[in-house]
């Protein structure tokens, strides 16, 4: 764990946990427990009387465990088992859509199950009536207290254990029903089916799941099964331990929140001049915009460029605070480097399809998922060809080029690495090559500052997936200090983020 960011992998240390109870390594074994095995003898005894009351049908004896079958040792306290030799594993008497109602008794399919376990509200709940629920009854049965259900289509092998004894009915097929004839602890099992080596045999060895978990899979199943006493102790311990991992979560998301907050603030300061103190020596900023204008007006005499059309000039209703005298407002179109598309967008999507890519590292293709909030997100990586790069020219892209993001979301911008050999936009970002007069190390505070993402996020378009434009862009405003005070303020804010972390 690093200690100053309070970065930690939680889900890694939960497989973790879970691997080490599993293997009975995470509470020590008492030799006063009544071993595993005397358990099984009980369980077979109580489900052969089951069978003689007919209250559950005999099943066909499951295969022997191998020597072979067993993934790691356990404790000598301990057996092998499987899922069918310590519960009566069945479903429920099928329930025809026909029969589905707006209210009446729950009925849970299997995404029902996981916003359950998960403590979620249910989505479009089902029901079924009172006279349905009491004829499928005297067929199957209702899942008591401690007994388990167990998705069999979906996300795979979630477990719920069953803890009221309110009506609910389950649907055939999408739901396993671990009748709990025993009294295993249900919190073990429930724990030893989410552990890393369970998911994996669920999901029939696949980082993905498989169609479903049957009836016949799920009886089939390897537990190791500790004595009943340490079962309880092991899931204890566990519900510890993963409480204490929610509390350092929770600590780690109020900590990043906290991070952010204070950077915004940080930055806040900065854009209105109140972060370093001004310097009444600095070149104000007026004379630093005259000398970009008049160097691009000598440009377009010489024909070395083109001569764009003007943005607006600012009006006193634009400006969204006040700034200190040396300071101007200007639009972040005006501050451009004097070179053809120094603000440009990126192709459209027609112009840079899926048959442009190419396996080859040649033009790297930046995408909304490399320009991360706090810099280069060196992921998702995609390259198009050089001889493709000659036909979307002006979305070309340099190191050291700022690029920002149209949407998801909107307005936040990083320098591009030198990295790769050489770079292309993707249609939802737009680069931005400053000019040389003002410090890029600035613009870049500047642009992901509230003082310009604010303006972005108030002309957004587009409701499912709100969006900027290249136009728009080019006309938000930013507060623009001399130069000297530009670097003073890059400055003192990396020392600032720094000390945030």
Do not use: C
Not at 23 to 45: F, H, T, W, Y
């Amino acid at each position: 764990m690093k200690t100053n960011t309070l970065d930690f992998d939680a889900q890694a240390l939960r497989e973790r946990i879970l691997d080490l109870a599993m293997r009975g390594k995470l509470v020590p074994q008492d030799p006063n427990d009544e071993p595993a095995s005397v358990l099984l003898e009980k369980i077979k005894a109580e489900k052969a009387e089951l069978v003689k009351e007919k209250k559950i049908k005999k099943t066909k004896a499951l295969p022997a465990i191998t020597d072979d079958e067993k993934p790691f040792d356990i404790p000598d306290s301990w057996e092998w088992v499987r899922l069918g030799d310590i519960f009566d594993i069945t479903s429920s008497k099928r329930v025809m859509k026909s029969e589905w109602k707006e209210e009446g008794i729950p009925f849970y399919r299997a995404r029902e199950i996981v916003s359950i376990k998960n403590h979620q509200k249910l989505k479009d709940p089902i029901f079924i009536s009172k006279d349905t629920y009491e004829e499928k009854l005297k067929v199957s049965g209702r899942p008591q207290v401690d007994d388990i259900l167990l998705t069999g289509v979906g996300t795979l092998g979630i477990p719920y254990v069953v803890s009221t004894n309110k009506d609910f009915y389950f649907k055939d097929g999408n739901i396993i029903w671990l009748r709990n004839i025993k009294k295993i602890n249900p919190d073990f099992i429930s724990y030893y089916v989410q552990s890393p080596y369970m998911l994996k045999i669920i999901n029939n060895g696949r980082g993905t799941t498989v169609a479903t978990l049957t009836i016949v899979r799920a009886k089939s199943l390897l537990v190791p099964l500790p004595p009943l006493s340490e079962q309880s102790r092991i899931a204890a311990k566990i519900a510890q331990l993963f409480a204490l991992l929610r509390k350092v979560e929770l600590s780690t998301q109020q900590y990043a929140e906290l991070q952010t907050l204070l950077k915004s603030k940080v930055l806040d300061l900065a854009m209105r001049g109140k972060l370093v103190k001004q310097d009444p020596n600095d070149e104000p900023t007026s004379v630093l915009l005259e000398k970009i204008k008049a160097e691009k007006a000598e440009l377009i005499k010489e024909k070395k460029i083109k001569k764009s059309k003007p943005l607006p000039p600012i009006t006193d209703e634009e400006k969204p605070f006040d700034i200190p005298d040396s300071w101007k407002w200007v639009r972040l179109g005006d501050l451009t480097a004097p070179v053809e598309y120094a603000m440009a967008d990126g192709p459209f999507g027609s112009n840079l399809k899926k048959a442009d890519y190419t396996l080859d590292p040649e033009v790297r293709i930046i995408q909304l998922s490399n320009i991360g909030e706090n810099g280069w997100k060196d992921q998702n990586v995609k390259y198009t060809t050089f001889e493709h790069l000659k036909s979307i020219q002006r979305s070309e892209v340099f190191p050291g080029n700022i690029v920002i993001a149209k949407m998801m979301p909107a307005g936040r911008a990083i320098i591009v690495p030198n990295k790769d050999k050489k770079y292309v936009l993707s249609s939802d970002a737009v680069k931005f090559i400053p000019d040389t007069h003002i410090y890029k190390d600035f613009l870049i505070y500047a642009i992901n500052s509230n003082t310009y993402r604010d303006q972005v996020n108030e002309k957004l378009q587009g409701t499912t997936r709100p969006r900027t434009s290249l136009k728009k862009l080019k006309n938000f405003l930013i507060p623009l200090p001399p130069f000297d005070e530009q670097k003073r303020i890059v400055t003192k804010t990396f020392d600032l983020f720094n000390m945030i972390g």
